[in-house]
T-cell receptor, first 116, second 111 residues
Framework: QVQLQQWGEGLLKPSETVSLTCAFYGGSFSGYYWSWIRQPPGKGLEWIGEISQSGSTNYNPSLKSRVTISIDTSKNHYSLKLTSVTAADTAVYYCANNYHWGFGPWGQGTLVTVSS | QSALTQPASVSGSPGQSITISCTGTNSDVGGYNFVSWYQQHPDKAPKLIIYEVNNRPSGVSNRFSGSKSGNTASLTISGLQAEDEADYYC???????????FGSGTKVTVL
């Protein structure tokens, strides 16, 4: 059974870069896409982007200029970088396995707070 | 503002059935059978409970069922239980601005 575990810096200052990594266990990268999704405190979910095993990416146009998702299949990791953050980027960030045009399972989530 | 519209809250008594709607457009819900539903308990990660409109992942209770008509998808919870009290989100593949869109979320309260 696939499980995802994520980590990264949780407190950032404005203009800094969010850097998160997600590792998966119990499965294979093969044939799947892997996503990042975020949820501002008390609000709904927003899809950030996805990456395939081969490194093909798709991003939410609203974040595309600031987002990079990369993958390291040798380590079963994939990563998110979001540059030039502001308070509006404060959210819980989740990694998730794309599954039949949905998302599951999910990582445990990382609260990223942007504050000066 | 979320791309898909859900009611803010739905409530029901134990044992009852409730239905949550998720309304989109021809570019997402109405155009593809790629609607999924998620259950999220407080301070927990969302959990996939329905994919491709009406399919349940292994281990998900058959009390959860999904359907779609036109631009509106629905999640029905039958035999409501206290543990069903949570937030529920819909999602759909989209051919418009972004590949995947989410609903605004519905808080389910078990009375």
């Amino acid at each position: 059974q696939v499980q995802l575990q994520q980590w990264g810096e949780g407190l950032l200052k404005p203009s800094e870069t969010v850097s998160l990594t997600c590792a998966f266990y119990g499965g294979s990268f093969s044939g799947y896409y892997w996503s990042w999704i975020r949820q501002p405190p008390g609000k709904g979910l927003e899809w950030i982007g996805e990456i395939s095993q081969s490194g093909s990416t798709n991003y939410n146009p609203s974040l595309k200029s600031r987002v990079t998702i990369s993958i390291d299949t040798s380590k079963n990791h994939y990563s998110l970088k979001l540059t030039s953050v502001t308070a509006a980027d404060t959210a819980v960030y989740y990694c998730a396995n794309n599954y039949h045009w949905g998302f599951g399972p999910w990582g445990q989530g990382t609260l990223v707070t942007v504050s000066s | 503002q979320s791309a898909l519209t859900q009611p803010a809250s739905v409530s029901g008594s134990p044992g009852q059935s409730i239905t949550i709607s998720c309304t989109g457009t021809n570019s997402d819900v109405g155009g593809y059978n790629f609607v999924s539903w998620y259950q999220q308990h407080p301070d927990k990660a969302p959990k996939l409970i329905i994919y491709e409109v009406n399919n349940r992942p292994s281990g998900v209770s058959n009390r959860f069922s999904g359907s779609k008509s036109g631009n509106t998808a629905s999640l029905t919870i039958s035999g409501l239980q206290a543990e069903d009290e949570a937030d529920y989100y819909c999602s759909s593949y989209s051919s418009s601005t972004t590949l995947y869109v989410f609903g605004s979320g519905t808080k389910v309260t078990v009375l």
